[in-house]
Structures are given as C-alpha cells and as structure tokens.
C-alpha cells in the first residue's frame, strides 16, 4: 500500500463527481485527489501539485479516457484564463455538476438532510449573457484582459465570449482607444457594466471620464445603476430570481438585507407595508432611493450601513419576512444570530457561494427555522458558480 506522496507525483485516476468549487473528486491509494478542469466520468493522467496530508490537487497531463459528457471548449483561452472553469462540459453536465455542488454543501458542512427536489432553471443563454465584467490591465504592455488561472498575470482577451456582444465590443474597442501612456501604474482595472438597451457604463479610478448611469427593466420596474455598483450579471435570469425569491411573500413590515440598488425591495414594496432596504455601499443606496422614487413607493426607505451594524443598532421588532442577499463571502458575524432574534415569519436567502449559505441555513435551523423549499439558477453558465434561492418558515 502506497503511503506516501509528493509534489510531482504523476497518477491515473476516474472522477467520480464534482464538488464545490468546480473541482473534479477522485481517489488514489490511501489519497483524495481534487482535479480542476475535468468531468464525472473521465479517466486521466494528472500530476499533483498540492498536498495537504491525505488530500492531494493535481492538474490535468492528458485525458486517457473521456466522459461522455466531455466536449471541446468554443473558448481559445479556456485552461489558461481564470474565468470559465465548466467549458469542457455538455450543458446537462454542468448544470448536474451545480445540483451536486448544492447537495454537497448542504449535507457536508451543514449536515442538512434535504430530500425533496431540487429544481435547477437553466439560463436561456449559455453564452453572450454577462453584463458586466471587471478587466485587469497591463498598462506598459498594453494588456487588457482576465487573470490566468491560479495566478495574477493578466492573459491579454481579444474575445470573451461569454460577455454580451456590447460589451464584447467594448473590450475590443478600449484596446485600440485607451490612453495606455495616461496611467500612473502598470497595473490597472476597468468596472465594465451592460444595460438593458446595449449602454455602456464604465468606471476606474485611473479614468477621467465619468462613469454612465445605465438601467435594466425588470418585473415591472426600472432599476437605474452604473459600473461602480453591483447588479446581477446575467439579466435573462433577473425575473425568474425575484419570483423564486419573492413569490406569495406578504405583511406589514419586510428587510432586504445588502439590497445594493434595490432588485428585490422594489417589489417587496408592492407586498409589504413598510420595507427597509440596508446596504454599505452608499452609492448603491444612492440608486436605491432613485429607483424607488422612480416607482413611486412612499412606504420603501434605506440605510446605508453595514448590515450587523444595522440590525444591533435598530428596533426591528414585528419584521415579517426578511430577504438575504450577502455577497460570495456571505454574511457577517453574528448578522444570522441576530436575524433570528428577529423571529420573522419567513426567510428568503439568496447566495451565490453553496458553502457559504451551507453555514448559514445551519444556524438558521438550529434558532427554529425550517427550509420550505430550494431552488438553483443557472446564473453563471460555463462556470462552477451557482444562484440558489432557499426559503424558510418559522417552525
């Protein structure tokens, strides 16, 4: 029995699934082996280039056998960029390798036993869908593109085509129109952003133009943001995520809590009384309230503070329902102990990390709340990341 291993060690093993992460799981003697880039049902020859005891992670030397599910990747950069991880998977792969991140998460780090099903929405585009992108710049080399993969060396992007053919467009053109010799630093970075008309919003501090307000229409309002404030990336999904979040929701008084500019408490201000949205940002609260003036809804107010600062420094008693909306790193201390002190009938939390929401739905059981349902949204194809919205109840 083999008992011992190191770096450079060279192994033939079979995925037998995905794990969070994207990451492809398989067993050698006596080792774990986490493999990126490869799909359950792939037989390969990899190398390891990390150990951690009995656990190992080892990159791809070449496919000896492939999973039925295995296809070319369109994306000349795939492998290299840092961006797509799922590329090298059928469609129906990808979104069975999100289910089985979900399940994963819930049963492993939270030790939830959720047997109902999970419905996955596909997203209607598998590529051209994202409407913003964060570009890292190379400014003396006159480099614009994304980080090569486990590293912070910028591979120079000539086309990504996951990006919206207009922002698409606009990485090509910023490559032949930026002032490359106006930078102060090497390394620079550029906050792009996409309307629902094709308008471009730009921003970065190395750039004196101002940066565009923009909008998207969604459920029956109009959200105004810009680049320097977050808004979901793939807008074919944007309505199907407030009904799964939202649907049958109803009281007196709801929060929405890191509300950014206000997707879900506009429509939580036609289903509830009172609504208050809560946000650090304070040029998102900025959008935020311009959203819902724009709406005409009297009974929606903001905070712009933390979230944790928020709920120990109000009185919030009487909340019905509350909306989590944290972002990947997921909430802060005490903010999940604190909402249930709260004791709100009803608890929509929206992530984008398993893991992340796999710790907090723990607590959230443990203080009396049990899952109603759990729905995943294909809102970041090509990718390992995955939407789910989970909605709990008071038990």
């Known amino acids: 029995m083999k008992s011992e291993y190191k770096i450079g060690d060279r192994l033939e093993v079979a995925i037998q699934k995905i794990v969070p992460q994207g990451l492809g799981l398989a067993f050698a003697e006596n080792l774990t082996v986490f493999v990126p880039l490869s799909v359950v049902g792939d037989r390969l020859a990899v190398k390891i280039f990390q150990l951690k005891g009995k656990t190992a992670f ?25 961006g797509c991880d799922f590329q090298q ?28 099903d999970i419905p996955m929405i596909a997203s209607p585009k598998q590529f051209e869908y994202r409407s913003r992108a964060q570009w890292h710049l190379e400014t003396r080399q006159k480099k ?36 490359w010799d106006g930078f102060w630093a090497n390394r620079a970075e550029i906050e792009a952003a996409c309307g629902s ?23 029956g309002f109009k959200y105004f943001y810009s680049a320097q404030s977050f808004f979901q990336g793939n807008q074919s999904l944007i309505e199907r995520l407030l009904d799964a979040s939202l649907s049958n929701a109803s009281g007196e008084r709801a929060l929405d809590l890191y509300c950014g500019v206000g997707l879900f408490t506009l429509p939580l201000g036609r289903k509830f009384a009172h609504v208050i949205g809560v946000e650090g940002n304070e040029r998102a609260i900025e959008f935020a309230e311009r959203n819902a003036a724009s709406a005409r809804l009297e009974n929606v107010s903001f905070q712009a503070e933390g979230v944790s600062d928020f709920l120990a420094g109000h009185e919030l008693g009487g909340t ?76």
């Open 58 to 82: 080892a990159e791809i030397e070449s496919v000896i056998e492939p999973s039925p599910m295995r296809i070319e990747p369109p994306c000349p950069y795939f492998g290299k960029c840092g």
């Open 320 to 395: 019905d329902f509350v909306l989590l909306d944290p972002p990947r790193t997921g909430t802060e201390k005490n903010v999940i102990e604190k909402v249930v002190k709260l004791k709100p009938n009803e608890i929509s939390y929206v992530a984008c990390d398993p893991s992340m929401l796999a710790r907090d739905l723990r607590y959230l059981i443990d203080g009396g709340y049990a899952i109603e349902s759990i729905t995943a949204l294909d809102m970041f194809p090509q990718t390992h990341h995955v939407e789910t919205v989970v909605r709990l109840k008071r038990a």
């Open 197 to 219: 008309d094709g308008e471009m919003s730009l921003y970065s501090p190395e750039i004196i133009e101002p940066t565009e307000d923009i909008s998207f229409t969604a459920g």
């Open 144 to 179: 614009i593109g994304y980080f090569k993969r486990n590293s912070h060396d910028i591979i120079d992007i000539e086309h990504c085509p996951i990006l919206q053919p207009e922002l698409d467009n606009t990485l090509k053109d910023l490559r032949n129109t930026l002032n």
């Open 89 to 116: 998977m059928s469609y129906e792969a990808q979104l069975s390798a999100k289910l089985d991140m979900i399940r994963d998460s819930l049963k492993r780090i939270g030790k939830i036993e959720f047997d109902d």
